[in-house]
C-alpha cells in the first residue's frame, strides 16, 4: 500500500502493484503531517491537533487520539508495546 497524506486533511492508499487508488480516508480536519504504518494499521498525525488509527484493510477509523494543543508533527506506532507516540508543536510527546 502506498499511503499519501494531504493538505486537505484526507488520505489516500494506492495499490503499488496496480497503481489504483483504493480508498480515501476522511477524518481529519486539517493537513496530514506525519504518518506511520504497521501491518493495516495506520497512524496519521495533523494540524487539527489529532492522531487517528486507520485499519487499511476495511479502510476504516479505528479510533481518535486527542490532547495536543498545537499541531502534532510526528506519530510513530510501537507495535511491540501496543502503543502510539506522538510529538507536537507544543513541546509534548504522548503516549497512548
Not at 479510533?63 to 494543543?69: A, E, F, I, L, Y
Request: proline share 2%.
Amino acid at each position: 500500500t502506498l499511503v499519501l497524506g494531504l493538505w486537505d486533511g484526507y488520505i489516500h492508499l494506492y495499490n503499488v502493484a496496480t497503481g489504483k487508488h483504493y480508498s480515501r480516508l476522511v477524518g481529519h480536519k486539517y493537513r496530514i503531517n506525519e504518518f506511520d504504518m504497521a501491518g493495516t494499521l495506520l497512524a496519521s498525525a495533523s494540524s487539527d491537533k489529532t492522531v487517528k488509527l486507520w485499519n487499511t484493510s476495511s479502510c476504516e477509523p479505528v479510533c481518535t487520539m486527542k490532547g495536543h494543543s498545537m499541531m502534532v508533527n510526528a506519530v510513530q506506532i510501537a507495535p511491540h508495546l501496543g502503543m502510539v507516540f506522538a510529538g507536537s508543536k507544543d513541546k509534548t510527546v504522548r503516549c497512548w
